[in-house]
């Protein structure tokens, strides 16, 4: 056989395998332009409700809106000859759900669409990545921190198994595992895997990119959690700096780098700074998302707690009764959060002399942190110390003795 035959082989060959790549390429666009108009076509006819034509007059909610899109997507026989466009729906409703705080009637929306991606696609496909990584937003969300971290783990093993060990979506996924393993308070994993993926990002997509900028803020609430408060301050302030070069000044990214610049300002001791820095991070939460967002939560407490340590104790225990009644109604009452704030505000009622008043609250606190997160993460630990103080100003020992032996041996 001759050199040029074995070439022409080779070519027609490769022209051929190219032909195919093109043709299921083809395909998949196809099937995807597809797919995309079968759900627009179903949410246009979800938001069709809303046309004043056919409301008329009637006020409609964005929750009700969803209420009938669920009850229609239950009796639209149409969309079982197409689960993977049932599937986005389910994701789609279940997310907006989310995004609402109704997690109760997201859940079951975003589990049926990780079951029928899984069924259509196979275990191995991108959007059986997608459908873990909003399926452990609302573990963590409920506080299931352990669930999370175990959909998490799954979804970064997908992810490097479909893109390789240097890629986006696996500095992603890297760094929503940081995050959960800061809050479970594994340290040394969270940095790495923070570090990890800032330097992934860096090399993939440029030092000046939101994504960067994004990964600076995860890395620096990872190490002021780690009590390394001069780094976190300075990656923090890198953050804040490229975000506001990226997306202005009036941006929720923006707005969470200034809270995590006042939290390790308040751990440094530079309380005036933390508290200007505070106000200015739960002005602009305010102004973008109004009075009851959940996450005004954490520039509230923040706050409180450098008004509490700057000495300003009466604004500190307000802003703290604020906090509570924000994540109560957000979150509800055996959120960790909700569990956070209650042990804020006893800190700050005892620091008034508000004994009883602070008993009540730190044992509510102590309750909900040690069913949330554990006994043993700082915050339940910080609880059970000051359950301590109260109880020795309030001439109990015996009840101060209990909590002290939750403590740690120094």
């Known amino acids: 056989m001759s050199y040029s035959w074995v070439l022409l082989v080779a070519l027609v060959v490769g022209m051929a395998v190219q032909a195919a790549r093109i043709a299921r390429e083809r395909d998949r666009a196809e099937k995807e332009a597809d797919k995309a108009q079968s759900v627009n076509e179903f949410l246009n006819n979800m938001l069709s409700s809303v046309d004043p034509w056919r409301a008329q007059g009637e006020v409609i909610t964005v929750q009700r809106v969803l209420d009938e899109a669920s009850e229609r997507l239950k009796e639209d026989a149409t969309l079982n000859e197409q689960p993977e466009v049932e599937a986005a729906i389910h994701s789609t409703i279940g997310h907006t759900y989310f995004s609402l705080g109704d997690y109760e009637a997201a859940e079951p929306h975003i589990e049926l669409a990780l079951k029928m991606n899984r069924n259509f696609y196979g275990e191995e496909h991108v959007e059986v990545a997608t459908s873990l990584q909003t399926m452990a937003w609302m573990k963590s969300a409920r506080g299931d921190l352990s669930d999370a971290e175990r959909l998490t783990r799954e979804r970064l093993a997908l992810e490097r198994k479909l893109h390789g060990a240097k890629h986006e979506r696996v500095a992603d996924a890297m760094n929503e595992l940081a995050m959960l393993l800061r809050e479970r308070n594994e340290l040394e994993e969270a940095e790495m895997l923070a570090r990890g993926a800032l330097e992934m990002l860096r090399e993939s997509v440029g030092p000046e990119h939101a994504e960067v900028a994004s990964s600076l803020t995860i890395l620096g609430t990872v190490l002021d959690t780690a009590r390394k408060h001069e780094e976190a301050l300075g990656v923090n302030r890198e953050a804040l700096a490229l975000h506001r070069k990226l997306l202005g000044n009036r941006h929720p990214l ?72 924000l994540s109560a109604r957000a979150s509800g009452g055996d959120h960790r959060n909700t569990g956070s704030a209650r042990m804020i505000h006893g800190m700050c009622l005892l620091e008034l002399g508000r004994y009883k008043e602070a008993e009540v609250e730190l044992l509510e606190a102590h309750r909900v942190l040690s069913a949330s997160i554990g006994e043993t993460p700082p915050r339940t630990l910080e609880t059970a110390r000051n359950l301590v103080a109260v109880y020795e100003k309030l001439g109990k020992p015996e009840k101060a003795a209990e909590y002290r032996a939750m403590l740690p041996e120094k």
Not at 283 to 295: P, Q, T
Not at 302 to 322: F, I, M
């Open 254 to 325: 923006v707005a969470i780098d200034l809270n995590n610049i006042g939290l390790s300002a308040r751990k440094l001791g530079n309380y005036d700074v933390a508290v200007e820095t505070l106000r200015e991070a739960l002005s602009l939460y305010r102004d973008l998302y109004g009075d009851e967002y959940a996450d005004l939560f954490y520039p509230m407490t923040n706050l409180a707690l450098a008004l509490r340590d700057k000495g300003d104790y009466a604004e500190a225990e307000s802003v703290a009764t604020q906090a509570v009644g």
